[in-house]
Protein backbone atom coordinates (compact mmCIF):
# COMPACT_ATOMS: atom_id res chain seq x y z
CA UNK A 1 0.00 0.00 0.00
CA UNK A 2 1.34 3.33 -0.85
CA UNK A 3 1.92 5.53 1.88
CA UNK A 4 1.26 9.09 1.20
CA UNK A 5 2.57 12.76 2.76
CA UNK A 6 1.24 15.23 4.44
CA UNK A 7 2.28 17.36 0.90
CA UNK A 8 0.35 15.75 -1.17
CA UNK A 9 -3.56 16.32 1.21
CA UNK A 10 -4.99 19.65 0.57
CA UNK A 11 -7.23 21.23 3.39
CA UNK A 12 -10.40 23.27 1.85
CA UNK A 13 -11.37 25.52 3.86
CA UNK A 14 -15.42 26.97 4.83
CA UNK A 15 -15.01 30.40 2.66
CA UNK A 16 -16.69 33.29 3.93
CA UNK A 17 -19.86 33.24 1.41
CA UNK A 18 -20.92 36.03 2.33
CA UNK A 19 -20.34 39.54 3.68
CA UNK A 20 -18.73 39.49 7.44
CA UNK A 21 -20.44 35.93 8.03
CA UNK A 22 -18.98 33.44 10.77
CA UNK A 23 -20.36 30.30 10.45
CA UNK A 24 -22.15 27.63 7.88
CA UNK A 25 -23.91 24.62 8.31
CA UNK A 26 -22.95 21.51 6.52
CA UNK A 27 -26.54 20.62 4.66
CA UNK A 28 -25.21 17.63 2.33
CA UNK A 29 -22.63 16.47 1.31
CA UNK A 30 -22.10 15.39 -2.96
CA UNK A 31 -19.03 13.31 -1.99
CA UNK A 32 -17.56 10.65 -0.21
CA UNK A 33 -13.54 9.32 0.75
CA UNK A 34 -12.27 7.72 -2.19
CA UNK A 35 -14.70 9.91 -4.76
CA UNK A 36 -12.74 11.54 -7.47
CA UNK A 37 -13.25 15.28 -7.83
CA UNK A 38 -12.37 17.71 -10.07
CA UNK A 39 -11.47 21.44 -10.21
CA UNK A 40 -15.12 22.97 -10.00
CA UNK A 41 -16.66 20.49 -8.73
CA UNK A 42 -19.53 21.22 -6.12
CA UNK A 43 -18.48 19.03 -3.58
CA UNK A 44 -21.42 20.38 -0.30
CA UNK A 45 -24.17 22.84 0.17
CA UNK A 46 -24.15 24.96 3.41
CA UNK A 47 -26.64 27.18 5.10
CA UNK A 48 -25.22 30.64 6.06
CA UNK A 49 -27.40 33.40 8.09
CA UNK A 50 -28.69 34.36 4.71
CA UNK A 51 -29.10 30.96 2.02
CA UNK A 52 -27.94 27.99 1.09
CA UNK A 53 -24.99 28.17 -1.32
CA UNK A 54 -23.13 25.45 -2.66
CA UNK A 55 -19.43 24.94 -2.88
CA UNK A 56 -16.63 23.91 -5.29
CA UNK A 57 -13.87 22.63 -4.78
CA UNK A 58 -10.67 24.09 -6.28
CA UNK A 59 -8.31 21.71 -7.18
CA UNK A 60 -8.32 18.21 -8.86
CA UNK A 61 -7.65 15.00 -6.90
CA UNK A 62 -9.39 12.33 -4.50
CA UNK A 63 -11.41 12.94 -1.34
CA UNK A 64 -9.31 11.18 1.62
CA UNK A 65 -11.34 12.86 4.56
CA UNK A 66 -15.01 14.56 5.35
CA UNK A 67 -13.84 16.17 8.58
CA UNK A 68 -17.63 16.86 9.64
CA UNK A 69 -21.23 15.58 8.99
CA UNK A 70 -23.85 16.42 7.51
CA UNK A 71 -25.96 19.40 10.10
CA UNK A 72 -22.51 19.82 11.55
CA UNK A 73 -22.47 24.60 12.27
CA UNK A 74 -18.78 24.96 11.44
CA UNK A 75 -16.59 28.26 11.82
CA UNK A 76 -15.36 30.14 9.05
CA UNK A 77 -11.80 28.95 8.31
CA UNK A 78 -12.00 25.91 9.30
CA UNK A 79 -10.80 23.22 7.21
CA UNK A 80 -14.23 20.81 6.28
CA UNK A 81 -12.42 18.19 3.82
CA UNK A 82 -9.50 16.87 2.61
CA UNK A 83 -8.34 15.95 -0.80
CA UNK A 84 -5.21 14.00 -1.89
CA UNK A 85 -3.66 15.77 -4.78
CA UNK A 86 -1.09 14.90 -7.42
CA UNK A 87 0.90 11.44 -6.09
CA UNK A 88 -1.61 11.28 -3.13
CA UNK A 89 -4.31 11.00 -4.94
CA UNK A 90 -3.06 7.70 -6.69
CA UNK A 91 -2.33 6.48 -3.18
CA UNK A 92 -6.05 8.09 -1.69
CA UNK A 93 -7.70 5.69 -4.14
CA UNK A 94 -5.55 2.50 -3.01
CA UNK A 95 -7.23 1.65 0.05
CA UNK A 96 -10.87 2.39 -1.13
CA UNK A 97 -10.10 -0.49 -4.26
CA UNK A 98 -8.37 -2.84 -1.52
CA UNK A 99 -11.24 -2.69 0.60
CA UNK A 100 -14.03 -3.03 -2.61
CA UNK A 101 -11.95 -5.94 -3.65
CA UNK A 102 -12.16 -7.71 -0.31
CA UNK A 103 -15.55 -7.06 -0.12
CA UNK A 104 -16.55 -8.36 -3.60
CA UNK A 105 -14.34 -11.58 -2.38
CA UNK A 106 -16.47 -11.93 0.65
CA UNK A 107 -19.88 -11.37 -0.25
CA UNK A 108 -22.08 -13.33 -2.75
CA UNK A 109 -22.97 -11.15 -5.94
CA UNK A 110 -26.80 -9.73 -5.90
CA UNK A 111 -28.65 -11.98 -8.82
CA UNK A 112 -28.56 -9.77 -12.35
CA UNK A 113 -25.41 -6.97 -10.51
CA UNK A 114 -23.03 -6.35 -13.41
CA UNK A 115 -18.97 -5.74 -12.71
CA UNK A 116 -18.79 -1.83 -12.76
CA UNK A 117 -16.21 0.64 -12.05
CA UNK A 118 -15.13 1.29 -8.66
CA UNK A 119 -16.29 3.96 -6.51
CA UNK A 120 -19.56 3.96 -9.09
CA UNK A 121 -22.08 0.83 -8.14
CA UNK A 122 -25.37 -0.08 -8.43
CA UNK A 123 -27.70 0.77 -5.39
CA UNK A 124 -28.88 -2.14 -3.69
CA UNK A 125 -30.85 -0.42 -1.35
CA UNK A 126 -31.89 3.33 -0.36
CA UNK A 127 -28.25 5.18 0.29
CA UNK A 128 -26.61 4.83 3.36
CA UNK A 129 -23.44 6.73 5.11
CA UNK A 130 -20.35 5.45 4.86
CA UNK A 131 -18.57 4.45 7.92
CA UNK A 132 -16.00 6.61 9.39
CA UNK A 133 -12.44 4.98 10.11
CA UNK A 134 -12.85 2.20 12.29
CA UNK A 135 -16.46 1.29 11.66
CA UNK A 136 -17.09 -2.54 11.17
CA UNK A 137 -18.43 -3.19 7.90
CA UNK A 138 -20.64 -5.88 8.97
CA UNK A 139 -22.61 -2.95 11.48
CA UNK A 140 -23.03 -0.44 9.00
CA UNK A 141 -24.04 -3.18 6.23
CA UNK A 142 -27.08 -5.39 8.08
CA UNK A 143 -29.14 -5.27 11.60
CA UNK A 144 -26.40 -6.34 14.60
CA UNK A 145 -27.51 -9.74 16.15
CA UNK A 146 -28.65 -9.39 19.66
CA UNK A 147 -25.19 -9.48 21.01
CA UNK A 148 -23.79 -7.40 19.28
CA UNK A 149 -26.81 -4.97 19.53
CA UNK A 150 -25.91 -5.78 23.54
CA UNK A 151 -22.17 -4.50 23.20
CA UNK A 152 -23.49 -1.45 21.61
CA UNK A 153 -25.67 -0.82 24.74
CA UNK A 154 -23.17 -1.69 27.22
CA UNK A 155 -24.31 -4.86 27.91
CA UNK A 156 -23.00 -7.95 29.16
CA UNK A 157 -23.13 -11.39 26.64
CA UNK A 158 -26.44 -11.97 25.46
CA UNK A 159 -28.25 -14.39 27.28
CA UNK A 160 -30.14 -17.44 25.32
CA UNK A 161 -33.52 -16.57 24.20
CA UNK A 162 -36.19 -18.08 22.37
CA UNK A 163 -36.52 -17.10 18.91
CA UNK A 164 -38.44 -14.25 18.39
CA UNK A 165 -39.69 -11.98 14.97
CA UNK A 166 -37.13 -10.72 13.91
CA UNK A 167 -36.75 -6.49 15.06
CA UNK A 168 -36.81 -3.48 13.26
CA UNK A 169 -32.88 -2.15 12.38
CA UNK A 170 -31.94 0.01 15.20
CA UNK A 171 -29.72 3.18 14.17
CA UNK A 172 -26.47 2.99 11.77
CA UNK A 173 -23.31 4.23 13.60
CA UNK A 174 -20.56 5.67 12.39
CA UNK A 175 -17.65 4.88 14.99
CA UNK A 176 -19.16 4.08 17.80
CA UNK A 177 -22.18 6.82 17.59
CA UNK A 178 -25.45 7.02 15.65
CA UNK A 179 -25.79 9.65 13.44
CA UNK A 180 -27.92 12.69 15.02
CA UNK A 181 -27.81 16.02 14.85
CA UNK A 182 -26.86 17.86 18.36
CA UNK A 183 -30.22 19.10 19.18
CA UNK A 184 -31.73 15.89 19.02
CA UNK A 185 -28.63 13.93 20.77
CA UNK A 186 -29.38 16.60 23.89
CA UNK A 187 -33.35 15.83 23.42
CA UNK A 188 -32.62 11.54 23.55
CA UNK A 189 -30.08 12.90 26.81
CA UNK A 190 -33.17 14.89 28.09
CA UNK A 191 -35.52 11.15 27.58
CA UNK A 192 -32.88 9.13 28.48
CA UNK A 193 -33.13 7.15 25.49
CA UNK A 194 -30.05 5.36 24.02
CA UNK A 195 -29.69 6.54 20.71
CA UNK A 196 -28.12 3.13 19.49
CA UNK A 197 -31.40 1.52 20.15
CA UNK A 198 -33.11 4.23 18.07
CA UNK A 199 -34.71 3.35 14.59
CA UNK A 200 -33.61 5.94 12.32
CA UNK A 201 -36.56 7.56 9.44
CA UNK A 202 -34.39 10.62 8.56
CA UNK A 203 -32.09 10.55 4.92
CA UNK A 204 -29.03 8.58 5.17
CA UNK A 205 -30.02 6.49 8.67
CA UNK A 206 -30.22 9.91 10.61
CA UNK A 207 -32.09 9.83 13.82
CA UNK A 208 -34.73 12.61 13.90
CA UNK A 209 -36.81 14.22 16.86
CA UNK A 210 -40.10 12.22 15.64
CA UNK A 211 -37.93 9.12 16.29
CA UNK A 212 -36.75 9.76 19.62
CA UNK A 213 -40.06 10.85 20.70
CA UNK A 214 -41.49 7.17 19.01
CA UNK A 215 -38.95 5.11 21.20
CA UNK A 216 -39.96 7.17 24.69
CA UNK A 217 -43.33 5.80 23.47
CA UNK A 218 -42.71 2.03 22.41
CA UNK A 219 -43.75 -0.58 24.70
CA UNK A 220 -40.29 -1.80 27.08
CA UNK A 221 -38.77 -4.56 24.91
CA UNK A 222 -38.25 -8.22 26.71
CA UNK A 223 -34.59 -8.38 28.40
CA UNK A 224 -32.72 -10.83 26.40
CA UNK A 225 -29.57 -9.64 28.20
CA UNK A 226 -27.74 -9.72 31.53
CA UNK A 227 -28.40 -6.55 33.70
CA UNK A 228 -25.46 -3.87 33.39
CA UNK A 229 -22.97 -4.28 36.08
CA UNK A 230 -23.30 -0.71 37.50
CA UNK A 231 -26.58 0.03 39.59
CA UNK A 232 -29.33 0.74 37.37
CA UNK A 233 -30.60 4.70 38.46
CA UNK A 234 -33.51 5.32 40.66
CA UNK A 235 -36.59 5.76 39.04
CA UNK A 236 -37.82 9.42 39.42
CA UNK A 237 -40.67 9.96 41.46
CA UNK A 238 -44.32 10.46 40.05
CA UNK A 239 -44.02 14.18 41.65
CA UNK A 240 -40.93 15.26 39.98
CA UNK A 241 -40.88 17.60 37.77
CA UNK A 242 -39.21 17.21 34.37
CA UNK A 243 -37.88 19.30 31.59
CA UNK A 244 -40.86 19.77 29.18
CA UNK A 245 -43.41 17.86 28.10
CA UNK A 246 -42.44 16.57 24.57
CA UNK A 247 -45.75 15.41 24.08
CA UNK A 248 -47.01 19.06 24.48
CA UNK A 249 -44.30 21.15 22.69
CA UNK A 250 -41.91 21.05 19.41
CA UNK A 251 -38.70 22.79 19.73
CA UNK A 252 -36.83 23.87 16.49
CA UNK A 253 -33.10 24.80 16.78
CA UNK A 254 -33.06 28.74 15.70
CA UNK A 255 -30.21 28.91 13.26
CA UNK A 256 -28.99 30.49 9.48
CA UNK A 257 -32.03 32.22 7.94
CA UNK A 258 -34.08 32.43 11.10
CA UNK A 259 -31.54 33.31 13.60
CA UNK A 260 -29.89 36.03 11.23
CA UNK A 261 -33.69 37.57 10.48
CA UNK A 262 -34.28 37.28 13.85
CA UNK A 263 -30.95 39.24 15.39
CA UNK A 264 -31.57 41.49 12.37
CA UNK A 265 -35.17 42.62 13.33
CA UNK A 266 -34.10 43.13 17.61
CA UNK A 267 -31.38 44.96 16.23
CA UNK A 268 -33.74 47.32 13.97
CA UNK A 269 -36.73 47.45 16.19
CA UNK A 270 -34.40 48.57 19.20
CA UNK A 271 -32.40 50.89 16.99
CA UNK A 272 -34.20 53.08 14.09
CA UNK A 273 -37.35 54.70 16.07
CA UNK A 274 -40.59 53.46 13.79
CA UNK A 275 -43.47 55.22 12.51
CA UNK A 276 -46.18 53.67 10.20
CA UNK A 277 -48.82 55.68 8.83
CA UNK A 278 -51.49 53.86 7.16
CA UNK A 279 -53.89 54.38 3.65
CA UNK A 280 -56.78 52.62 2.67
CA UNK A 281 -57.00 53.16 -1.46
CA UNK A 282 -59.52 52.03 -4.72
CA UNK A 283 -57.23 50.01 -6.77
CA UNK A 284 -59.85 48.83 -9.68
CA UNK A 285 -58.20 50.54 -12.01
CA UNK A 286 -55.05 49.12 -11.38
CA UNK A 287 -56.68 45.64 -11.31
CA UNK A 288 -58.06 46.55 -14.71
CA UNK A 289 -54.78 47.33 -16.07
CA UNK A 290 -52.95 44.00 -14.41
CA UNK A 291 -55.51 41.85 -16.82
CA UNK A 292 -54.30 44.44 -19.78
CA UNK A 293 -50.84 43.64 -19.07
CA UNK A 294 -51.95 39.95 -19.33
CA UNK A 295 -53.12 40.11 -22.65
CA UNK A 296 -50.16 41.97 -24.21
CA UNK A 297 -47.56 40.77 -26.29
CA UNK A 298 -44.72 42.40 -24.87
CA UNK A 299 -45.50 40.71 -21.60
CA UNK A 300 -45.71 37.06 -22.26
CA UNK A 301 -43.71 34.85 -20.29
CA UNK A 302 -43.56 37.53 -17.78
CA UNK A 303 -44.85 37.65 -14.17
CA UNK A 304 -47.93 40.29 -14.42
CA UNK A 305 -49.36 40.83 -10.85
CA UNK A 306 -50.55 44.24 -8.77
CA UNK A 307 -47.31 43.45 -7.20
CA UNK A 308 -45.53 44.25 -10.41
CA UNK A 309 -47.49 47.97 -10.28
CA UNK A 310 -47.56 48.92 -6.78
CA UNK A 311 -43.29 48.12 -7.17
CA UNK A 312 -43.58 50.29 -9.92
CA UNK A 313 -45.70 53.16 -7.95
CA UNK A 314 -43.53 52.84 -5.25
CA UNK A 315 -40.39 53.41 -7.57
CA UNK A 316 -42.90 56.65 -8.92
CA UNK A 317 -43.21 58.06 -4.93
CA UNK A 318 -39.27 57.63 -4.06
CA UNK A 319 -38.13 59.42 -7.91
CA UNK A 320 -40.82 62.64 -6.37
CA UNK A 321 -39.65 62.22 -2.91
CA UNK A 322 -35.93 61.21 -3.21
CA UNK A 323 -35.22 61.81 0.61
CA UNK A 324 -37.17 58.88 1.35
CA UNK A 325 -34.13 56.72 -0.28
CA UNK A 326 -31.69 57.01 2.33
CA UNK A 327 -29.87 55.54 5.46
CA UNK A 328 -28.23 56.74 8.82
CA UNK A 329 -24.78 56.44 9.32
CA UNK A 330 -24.47 56.33 13.22
CA UNK A 331 -20.38 56.17 13.22
CA UNK A 332 -20.20 59.72 11.44
CA UNK A 333 -23.94 61.12 12.12
CA UNK A 334 -24.81 61.26 8.23
CA UNK A 335 -28.18 60.87 5.92
CA UNK A 336 -26.73 58.94 3.75
CA UNK A 337 -28.96 59.92 0.32
CA UNK A 338 -28.81 57.37 -2.35
CA UNK A 339 -29.23 58.13 -6.29
CA UNK A 340 -30.26 54.69 -6.51
CA UNK A 341 -32.88 52.47 -5.50
CA UNK A 342 -32.21 48.53 -5.00
CA UNK A 343 -35.74 47.28 -4.22
CA UNK A 344 -36.16 44.61 -1.22
CA UNK A 345 -39.02 42.04 -1.75
CA UNK A 346 -39.55 39.82 1.56
CA UNK A 347 -40.12 35.88 0.38
CA UNK A 348 -41.49 33.29 2.52
CA UNK A 349 -39.22 30.14 2.19
CA UNK A 350 -39.31 26.90 4.25
CA UNK A 351 -35.91 28.44 5.46
CA UNK A 352 -37.20 31.40 6.73
CA UNK A 353 -38.26 34.67 5.65
CA UNK A 354 -35.54 36.53 3.18
CA UNK A 355 -35.24 39.54 1.05
CA UNK A 356 -33.75 39.40 -2.12
CA UNK A 357 -33.73 43.19 -3.91
CA UNK A 358 -33.79 43.97 -7.32
CA UNK A 359 -30.96 46.35 -8.12
CA UNK A 360 -31.19 49.76 -9.69
CA UNK A 361 -34.35 49.29 -9.58
CA UNK A 362 -34.69 52.72 -10.92
CA UNK A 363 -33.42 52.51 -13.98
CA UNK A 364 -36.21 49.23 -15.34
CA UNK A 365 -38.76 49.81 -17.51
CA UNK A 366 -42.18 47.87 -16.35
CA UNK A 367 -41.57 45.19 -18.58
CA UNK A 368 -37.68 44.89 -17.32
CA UNK A 369 -39.25 44.46 -13.50
CA UNK A 370 -41.50 42.14 -14.61
CA UNK A 371 -38.94 39.91 -15.57
CA UNK A 372 -36.53 40.84 -12.45
CA UNK A 373 -39.35 40.16 -10.19
CA UNK A 374 -40.13 36.90 -11.82
CA UNK A 375 -36.28 35.72 -11.58
CA UNK A 376 -36.23 36.68 -8.08
CA UNK A 377 -39.54 35.14 -7.12
CA UNK A 378 -38.05 31.52 -8.62
CA UNK A 379 -35.38 31.70 -7.08
CA UNK A 380 -36.44 32.07 -3.38
CA UNK A 381 -38.79 29.37 -4.28
CA UNK A 382 -36.07 27.06 -5.13
CA UNK A 383 -33.67 28.16 -2.12
CA UNK A 384 -31.02 29.25 -4.40
CA UNK A 385 -30.40 33.06 -3.61
CA UNK A 386 -27.24 34.28 -3.54
CA UNK A 387 -25.99 36.31 -0.45
CA UNK A 388 -25.12 38.90 -2.44
CA UNK A 389 -29.19 39.38 -3.86
CA UNK A 390 -29.58 40.10 -0.31
CA UNK A 391 -26.93 42.78 0.16
CA UNK A 392 -27.62 46.31 -0.31
CA UNK A 393 -31.25 46.76 -0.32
CA UNK A 394 -32.45 50.20 0.45
CA UNK A 395 -36.34 50.54 0.37
CA UNK A 396 -38.34 47.30 0.75
CA UNK A 397 -41.85 45.96 -0.31
CA UNK A 398 -43.62 43.68 1.90
CA UNK A 399 -46.46 41.69 0.44
CA UNK A 400 -48.96 40.71 3.66
CA UNK A 401 -51.88 40.57 1.23
CA UNK A 402 -50.89 37.20 -0.25
CA UNK A 403 -52.42 35.84 3.25
CA UNK A 404 -55.26 37.61 3.57
CA UNK A 405 -54.55 40.20 5.65
CA UNK A 406 -55.55 43.56 5.58
CA UNK A 407 -52.17 45.50 6.36
CA UNK A 408 -49.64 45.41 9.20
CA UNK A 409 -47.07 47.62 10.62
CA UNK A 410 -43.64 46.30 8.74
CA UNK A 411 -40.12 46.61 10.88
CA UNK A 412 -37.48 48.09 8.76
CA UNK A 413 -34.43 46.27 7.20
CA UNK A 414 -30.75 47.37 9.22
CA UNK A 415 -29.83 50.09 6.86
CA UNK A 416 -32.77 50.87 5.27
CA UNK A 417 -35.25 53.94 5.59
CA UNK A 418 -38.71 52.34 4.60
CA UNK A 419 -40.46 49.43 3.99
CA UNK A 420 -43.75 49.42 2.38
CA UNK A 421 -46.31 46.53 3.24
CA UNK A 422 -49.63 45.62 0.66
CA UNK A 423 -52.55 44.26 2.61
CA UNK A 424 -55.13 41.96 0.80
CA UNK A 425 -57.05 43.21 -2.31
CA UNK A 426 -60.86 43.00 -1.35
CA UNK A 427 -64.40 43.87 -3.47
CA UNK A 428 -65.78 46.83 -0.86
CA UNK A 429 -68.34 48.86 -0.57
CA UNK A 430 -66.77 52.48 -1.51
CA UNK A 431 -67.99 55.51 -2.33
CA UNK A 432 -67.17 56.31 -6.17
CA UNK A 433 -68.68 59.09 -7.76
CA UNK A 434 -71.14 60.01 -5.39
CA UNK A 435 -72.73 56.34 -5.08
CA UNK A 436 -71.81 53.52 -3.03
CA UNK A 437 -70.44 50.97 -5.30
CA UNK A 438 -68.21 47.27 -5.00
CA UNK A 439 -65.08 48.18 -5.68
CA UNK A 440 -61.33 46.66 -5.41
CA UNK A 441 -59.46 48.14 -2.14
CA UNK A 442 -56.58 47.59 -0.29
CA UNK A 443 -54.67 48.78 2.75
CA UNK A 444 -51.09 50.40 2.44
CA UNK A 445 -48.79 51.17 5.52
CA UNK A 446 -45.05 52.47 5.13
CA UNK A 447 -42.90 52.33 8.03
CA UNK A 448 -39.84 54.49 8.16
CA UNK A 449 -37.33 55.67 10.28
CA UNK A 450 -38.20 58.80 12.22
CA UNK A 451 -34.12 59.71 12.41
CA UNK A 452 -34.19 60.75 8.76
CA UNK A 453 -37.70 61.21 7.39
CA UNK A 454 -40.11 63.33 9.28
CA UNK A 455 -44.14 62.80 8.92
CA UNK A 456 -44.42 65.05 6.04
CA UNK A 457 -41.97 63.31 3.61
CA UNK A 458 -43.29 59.79 5.06
CA UNK A 459 -46.79 61.12 4.07
CA UNK A 460 -46.13 62.62 0.68
CA UNK A 461 -44.37 58.95 -0.52
CA UNK A 462 -47.32 57.11 0.67
CA UNK A 463 -49.87 59.41 -0.69
CA UNK A 464 -47.82 59.38 -4.07
CA UNK A 465 -48.10 55.62 -4.02
CA UNK A 466 -51.86 55.28 -3.52
CA UNK A 467 -52.16 58.51 -5.98
CA UNK A 468 -50.86 56.10 -8.62
CA UNK A 469 -52.52 52.82 -7.60
CA UNK A 470 -55.69 54.56 -7.94
CA UNK A 471 -54.97 56.28 -11.41
CA UNK A 472 -52.41 54.34 -13.14
CA UNK A 473 -52.62 57.10 -15.69
CA UNK A 474 -49.92 58.91 -13.32
CA UNK A 475 -47.36 55.78 -14.19
CA UNK A 476 -46.67 57.96 -17.36
CA UNK A 477 -47.13 61.43 -16.35
CA UNK A 478 -44.92 61.22 -13.13
CA UNK A 479 -42.48 58.63 -14.32
Not at 22 to 33: G, H, M, N, S
Not at 195 to 200: E, K, R, S
Not at 406 to 417: A, F, K, Q, R, V
Request: charged share 20%.
Amino acid sequence: MTTMTDSSVREFKMPDVGEGLTEAEILKWYVQPGDTVTDGQVVCEVETAKAAVELPIPYDGVVRELHFPEGTTVDVGTSIIAVAVGDGAAAAAEPVQEAVAETAAEEPKPEGRQPVLVGYGVATSSTKRRPRKGAEAPAAAQAPSAAIQAELNGHGPAAPAAPAAPAAPAAPVTGDRPLAKPPVRKLAKDLGVDLATVVPSGPDGIITREDVHAAVAAPEPAQTAAPRSEPAAPAPSPSAPTSYDTTRETRIPVKGVRKATAAAMVGSAFTAPHVTEFVTVDVTRTMKLVEELKQDKEYTGLRVNPLLLIAKALLVAIKRNPDINASWDEAAQEIVVKHYVNLGIAAATPRGLIVPNIKDAHAQTLPQLAGSLGELVSTAREGKTSPAAMQGGTVTITNVGVFGVDTGTPILNPGESAILAVGAIKLQPWVHKGKVKPRQVTTLALSFDHRLVDGELGSKVLADVAAVLEQPKRLISWA
